[in-house]
């Protein structure tokens, strides 16, 4: 439709033909925010190039100057890959634009993802995603709009709303941000929320961190490999209990509450490479414990800056979990720097509203790839747990 840049205005779309299907494999969409490699973002950019693959309803790989790129849709949320619409909203945006030039204007680089609107000839095509009804308008993506494209996304959603158009024919479809919530709070049955002040009361804004916000932390829309591994760290493990925990490689090691969790599973990251990713949660007195480790391409990272990109990516997505709930952020300050064996990294100190935390950011290049651990915990409000047990614990080859 728009090759050679003919004109498709947004409105003149024709309904779209929507046929449901189940997946032969369904995949949850865990996305951890650790950029093993990442370069600054700079101002709004743009380039030109054919769509070479439609990874899903709000992904395209764009193949310009010889160069294959990833572009993530702007303000634009399809529904997860096992959620209604989630094949129609894919294949709905291959009719759109597959083997189609495109021009991409980003403003910033998230995850290994230029995040921007894809402009085909005249149409915007996150909007018409929008206003044909295979996707949200994803607000907590509105400041790198200006004010009448926020109008645009906005008055797409209600059109699409109002006809009844794809995802809208349901009465309440489920959003893909409350899709994982329920997904988080599907993997996080084994631990409870002990960042949180008690009360018998559980409304209103939490000034708390929990479990939840941390999770949620790592868990955004992108492409995933598999489905992740979730299971205990100790089929006898008991409240209280300490045991040492080892991969299976065994070449770190660290204490960990015996009755936490652990959760394995693969990522696409930066040059399109699966990534491993690994994550190690328990509480214990009302504090959180956590363990994250991956290993994917070098890029053009040191030690230290990788380490300080993995505090960064994960505070970003902990403040889009956490903005979206009460808008209280959590704030990293700068503490020692640290050398274990050849790896480097740095302390910092956490904090948001009432709840306080330590986190060690570590890496080391091995060969053409990184290595990044981020240890942490999170303290209650009132509470004041030794750091040194957990984090000093930590012993690595």
């Known amino acids: 439709m728009c090759e ?10 024709a309904k779209p033909t929507y046929k449901m ?16 490699a990442i370069c600054s973002p700079g101002s709004a950019a743009s380039l030109q190039g054919k769509v070479a693959e439609v990874v899903d309803g709000g992904t395209i790989a764009v193949v310009s100057a010889n160069h294959l790129l990833k572009v993530r849709l702007i303000a634009v949320a399809a529904p997860e890959q096992n959620q209604s619409y989630a094949d129609v909203a894919r294949q709905h945006l291959s009719d759109l634009i597959l083997n189609k030039y495109v021009v991409v204007s980003y403003s910033a680089l998230r995850d290994g993802y230029l995040v921007g609107q894809v402009l085909c000839g005249d149409m915007n095509v996150g909007a018409q995603m929008i206003r044909d009804g295979v996707a949200w308008y994803d607000k907590s993506d509105e400041q790198r709009l200006s004010e009448s494209e926020q109008r645009i996304y906005a008055s797409s959603q209600a059109a699409a709303r109002n006809e009844r158009r794809g995802l809208w024919q349901d009465e309440s479809p489920m959003s893909p941000w409350d899709f994982r919530k329920a997904l988080i709070a599907t993997a996080n049955t084994s631990i409870m929320s002990p960042l949180r002040e008690p009360s018998p009361i559980r409304r209103g804004n939490q000034a708390g961190l929990s479990s939840e916000d941390l999770m949620g932390g790592m868990i955004g829309p992108g492409s995933i490999s598999g489905k992740p591994d979730i299971r205990p760290l100790s089929r006898e493990g008991v409240a209280g209990r300490w045991l040492r925990y080892q991969p299976a490689d065994r070449h770190f090691s660290i204490l960990a509450p015996s009755d936490g969790v652990e959760m394995s599973y693969q990522v696409l990251g930066p040059q399109g490479k699966i990534l491993d990713i690994h994550y190690v949660i328990g509480s214990s007195d009302r504090t959180i414990y956590f363990l994250t480790w991956a290993k994917g391409p070098n890029g053009i990272s040191t030690d230290a800056s ?3 990109d993995a505090v960064n990516g994960m505070l970003s997505e902990l403040n889009r979990v956490r903005e979206q709930r009460d808008h209280i952020l959590v704030t990293a300050t700068p503490g ?7 790896y480097e990294g740095r302390e910092y100190a956490l904090t948001t509203g009432s709840v306080s935390g330590v986190i060690r950011a570590l890496s080391k290049q091995i060969g053409d790839e990184r290595e990044v651990f981020l240890i942490g915990l999170l303290n209650a409000p009132g509470t004041a747990a030794s750091d040194d047990k ?3 614990s930590f012993k690595i080859r």
């Open 4 to 13: 050679g840049w003919a004109t498709l205005p947004l409105t003149s779309r």
């Open 21 to 36: 299907t189940i997946p032969h494999v369904i995949r949850l969409l865990f996305l951890f925010a650790l950029p093993l």
């Open 306 to 308: 990788a380490a300080a």
């Open 336 to 342: 020692r720097v640290l050398r274990l064996n050849s």
């Open 390 to 392: 957990f984090l000093d």
